[in-house]
């Protein structure tokens, strides 16, 4: 079929399915995208983004050209050939997987769904979601999957805030219900992607996603735990960390930081773990990752007091936090270990303020607070400023120049590890 005539639907535009519609409509497709959120289904209408990678002025090209179209009517959905779901995968309060989003979006598509229509789930979940939770809603429309519909699971691997990658660069994992299925996938995704990626089945397609997760949450944890054994063995861990990475090969560099935050990293290999603990096993390693991730936040604050103690009680102390958002340059708080690191130093009677040049306001544990202009009055004024995330456009010279105190844990300071006032995370330094 003639791209120009194909219809996608993509259901939840959030981080990623908003640059897939985005780029979908680009690419010439007719593009619905469906939302329950009438705020942004609205504000997409008025061509207004509300994601930092999707500019404005492509939003209007795309809206104004008729090819993206949103809203937050599934009745739509009736009229495109393939329906792509990229709804949230969050955890439940005891930390299992919450598949209601998907329950709740394959439950619309089947009220809907016609003979012909290509479904392929992108959200990152367990091995077997697609086959034992989306497959039986969808075959409650009477339509059987491989001859009357087709279902396949294809994992996003957008990373936002990335600008060396479009997506359609990064190459996409395909495994089909049945293969009927698969080969539908293929056929629509060779005309998106560069480079496309068959397996086996839908359970591999979702396993290679907490794989690479998994991979990165283990390594960064590891290099977490290296970190904190450095500041004791007085050896600078980012030094050594960049030695080791002038190996040509077998050994892939990963940084440290205040822990692991975001929608994705800490939140899939405990979607594996779950699924895991179904055959009455479990990973070693995530639970062991689990712990140091958690461990991090507890450091930085003790490491704070440390450092603080002999000039100041942290109990009274000023301390400005610079960056809140789990990763450099993108507006996305979500499980950002900050967050808890606020709250810790609030509980033990320290007065925080923060700056985020991507976040206007916060509310922690019930709390507001709103983004402290860096002003150098400000800046003399704190006890303690503690680099949490390396924002791009961090100033640098204006933080060195005027806090009495600065903690780096993300090594922005490099090259500054002479001055007296500046310490960083795992440089294994006394002050
Ligand atoms: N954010 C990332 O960096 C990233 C990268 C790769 C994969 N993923 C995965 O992609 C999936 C989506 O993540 P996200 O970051 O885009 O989430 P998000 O929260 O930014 O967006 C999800 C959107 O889905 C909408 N939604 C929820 N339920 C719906 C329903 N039943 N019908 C229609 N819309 C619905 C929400 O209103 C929201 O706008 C998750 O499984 C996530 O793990 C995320």
Not at 59 to 78: M, P, Q, W, Y
Not at 217 to 242: R, T, Y
Not at 318 to 338: E, F, H, M, Q, W
Not at 399 to 421: M, Y
Request: aromatic share 8%.
């Amino acid at each position: 079929m003639d791209i120009h005539k194909e219809k996608i639907a993509v259901i939840g535009l959030g981080y990623v399915g908003l640059p897939l519609s985005v780029m979908l409509a680009e690419k010439g497709f007719h593009t619905k995208g469906v939302d329950l959120d009438t705020r942004k289904v609205t504000m997409l209408q008025q061509a207004k983004s509300y994601i930092g990678d999707i500019d404005d002025t492509l939003l209007r090209k795309v809206v104004g050209s008729g090819s993206f179209h949103a809203t937050t009517n599934f009745d739509e959905i009736k009229e495109v050939d393939s329906i792509i779901i990229c709804v949230p995968t969050p955890l439940t309060k005891h930390k299992t997987p919450d598949l209601s989003f998907i329950i709740s979006a394959g439950k619309e598509i089947s009220a809907r769904l016609q003979r012909g229509q290509l479904v392929i789930l992108e959200s990152s979940t367990f091995p077997g979601t697609t086959k034992e939770v989306l497959l039986p809603i969808l075959e409650q429309s009477g339509l059987q999957a491989g001859t009357d519909f087709f279902l396949a699971n294809s994992p996003e691997r957008i990373d936002p805030g990335n600008e060396t990658y479009q997506v359609d660069e990064i190459p996409k994992v395909i495994g089909g219900v049945t293969k009927k299925c698969k080969e539908k996938a293929l056929s629509l995704y060779k005309k998106i992607y560069h480079n496309v990626v068959p397996v086996s089945s839908t359970e591999a397609a979702e396993l290679t996603k907490l794989l690479e997760n998994t991979f990165r949450f283990v390594n960064i944890s590891f290099i977490n735990e290296m970190a904190l054994l450095c500041d004791q063995l007085k050896v600078d861990i980012w030094e050594v960390v960049e030695a080791a990475a002038t190996k040509p090969y077998g050994f892939t560099p990963f940084y440290p930081g205040p822990g692991i935050g975001g929608h994705c990293i800490p939140v899939d290999p405990l979607y594996l773990q779950w699924k895991l603990s179904q055959y009455e096993t479990s990973s070693t390693f995530i639970t062991i990752s689990d712990q140091i991730n958690k461990r991090m936040i507890d450091y930085i604050v003790t490491r704070t007091e440390e450092l603080l103690k002999p000039r100041q009680l942290l109990s009274s102390a000023n301390i400005l936090i610079y960056g809140v958002t789990y990763k450099k340059d993108v507006a996305d708080t979500r499980d950002s270990p900050t967050l808890e690191i606020i709250e810790q130093f609030r509980e033990k009677g320290a007065k925080v303020s923060y700056h985020d040049p991507y976040i206007p306001r916060l509310t922690i544990a019930g709390q507001l607070m709103t983004n402290t202009e860096l002003t150098e009055k400000m800046l003399r004024e704190m006890d303690c400023v503690i680099i949490l995330t390396d924002h791009s456009n961090i100033p640098l010279d204006k933080i060195l120049h005027h806090a009495p105190l600065v903690f780096d844990t993300r090594n922005v300071t490099k090259g500054h590890h002479g001055t007296s006032h500046v310490v960083r995370l795992g440089e294994g330094a006394d002050l």
